[in-house]
């Protein structure tokens, strides 16, 4: 299968340290999307990003960040300066080429940011 | 503008009974999914349409889940006879054309 793997489980951290998650990913797709999600404490699931499979540029938003490396298959995440409201569980999720279908997601990290 | 609304928010059954999900998607989106989240199996799609044909049901456990899009704005998933095994986060998704999946905030099913 063409799994997606969130290589930590949960992460702690203490407020203001910079975090990174780790998402490695199997393909036979050239062309795909990768994603990330948060679903915080109150359950829903909130969209972070989308990355086309050719775009290898690192993208920054805010205290968010995200390096691609299509080479060794990872889309890992990072949060500079973590705050107490980033604990959630996060998620990468991978869509095949049609661009139409499924979402494969990672089991999930569970990130706990102490004050 | 709002997001993709689901309803109920939260269900409790009994074994046995027939459950009916619920969902409207963002308006003028064309694709519509239903994923079911467990500690067990993680997050998981059922089911997804585009322009309200199922295009892959291969996650759709058994022929006790069923799922309907009748038109653009509204969907049902149903589970008959429920089981205790069926208890799970459902939530249901929509996109435009293939983008990001926006998730609606999912109904919570226990099945007793």
């Known amino acids: 299968a063409q799994k997606v793997t969130q290589v930590q489980t949960e992460i702690s951290v203490v407020e203001k340290e910079d975090v990174t998650l780790d998402c490695v990913y199997e393909?036979?797709?050239?062309?795909?999307?990768l994603f990330w999600y948060k679903q915080p404490p109150s359950g829903e699931l909130v969209f972070l990003i989308r990355?086309?499979?050719?775009?290898?540029q690192n993208e920054i938003s805010g205290r968010y960040s995200w390096n691609f490396q299509k080479s060794t298959s990872s889309f890992n995440f990072t949060i500079t300066a973590s705050q107490v409201v980033d604990s959630a569980v996060y998620f990468c999720?991978?869509?095949?080429?049609?661009?139409?279908?499924?979402?494969?997601f990672g089991q999930g990290t569970t990130l706990q940011v102490k004050p | 503008d709002a997001g993709v609304i689901q309803s109920p928010r939260h269900e409790v059954t009994e074994m046995g009974q027939e459950v009916t999900l619920r969902c409207k998607p963002i308006?003028?989106?064309?694709?519509l999914f239903w994923y079911r989240q467990t500690m067990m199996r993680g997050l998981e799609l059922l089911i997804y349409?585009?322009?309200?044909?199922?295009?892959?049901d291969s996650g759709m456990p058994e022929d006790r889940f069923s799922a309907k899009m009748p038109n653009a704005s509204f969907s049902t998933l149903k589970i008959q006879p429920s089981e205790p095994r069926d208890s799970a986060v459902y939530f249901c998704?929509?996109?435009?054309?293939?983008?990001?999946?926006?998730f609606g905030p999912g109904t919570r099913l226990t099945v007793l």
């Open positions: 308006s003028g989106h064309n694709s």
């Open positions: 999720a991978r869509q095949g080429s049609s661009n139409t279908g499924k979402l494969i």
């Open positions: 990355r086309n499979s050719f775009d290898e």
């Open positions: 998704a929509s996109s435009l054309r293939g983008n990001e999946q926006f």
């Open positions: 393909t036979r797709d050239t062309t795909y999307y």
């Open positions: 349409f585009n322009n309200n044909v199922p295009i892959d």
